[in-house]
């Protein structure tokens, strides 16, 4: 089993691209000043197209009161990520599931190497540094971020939990769109 594994980050302030509007009247999109975070860990099927989420709230104030670093947060996360992919893909159904991966930081270390050591048929396919283009759930997150949080301005992170895990349920029951962004062809049905 091949699975493509990465990890997005979706803030809380919009992510602007062109958009269209009434004649005469420019589209407005609010801001603020927030560092709060959603962090989705996912893997994509790249056979049947199936995909598997979890995320990670990242907030501001609670991280300047932890004596955790981000990195630590992230492996923690990644690690129950990787017992879930575990689950999902179990050893008796499953002699060896690859997921590719880049080089974060928080992909490697003992919280993951214990993970790894309770799913011992999860391996690691690392993607050569600075190479996001080779890793084909990168072009599922910019199909998701142009759904999901594009021009739109979300006033707490639960609204924003909400619109991505919304989207990620819809493309769980279009496989076939999410397995002709896998093979690399463009479709306006995409969208």
Do not use: C
Not at 11 to 20: E, F, N, Y
Not at 60 to 88: C, I, P
Not at 168 to 189: E, M
């Amino acid at each position: 089993m091949l699975l493509s594994q990465d990890e997005a980050r979706f803030p809380m302030v919009p992510t602007l691209t062109a958009t269209l509007g009434v004649k005469g009247h420019r589209p407005v999109v609010g801001t603020r000043d927030s560092k709060d975070v959603l962090y989705v860990f996912a893997v994509l099927n790249l056979i049947s197209g199936a995909i598997h989420s979890n995320t990670l709230e990242s907030l501001q104030a609670a991280n300047r009161k932890s004596d955790q670093s981000k990195t630590r947060r992230m492996q923690r996360a990644f690690a129950e990520h990787l017992r879930h992919v575990g689950r999902m893909y179990p050893a008796s159904q499953h002699d060896r599931v690859v997921l590719t991966i880049d080089n974060a930081p928080w992909h490697r270390g003992p919280l993951i190497n214990e993970a790894l050591k309770d799913n011992p048929h999860l391996e690691f396919y690392r993607m050569p540094s600075y190479s996001p283009q080779l890793n084909v759930i990168e072009r599922f997150w910019k199909v998701l971020r142009r759904r999901a949080t594009h021009n739109r301005l979300f006033d707490t992170l639960t609204e924003l939990k909400r619109s991505i895990r919304a989207n990620l349920s819809y493309f769980q029951t279009v496989h076939k769109r999410l397995l002709t962004l896998i093979k690399g062809r463009r479709k306006k049905t995409v969208r």
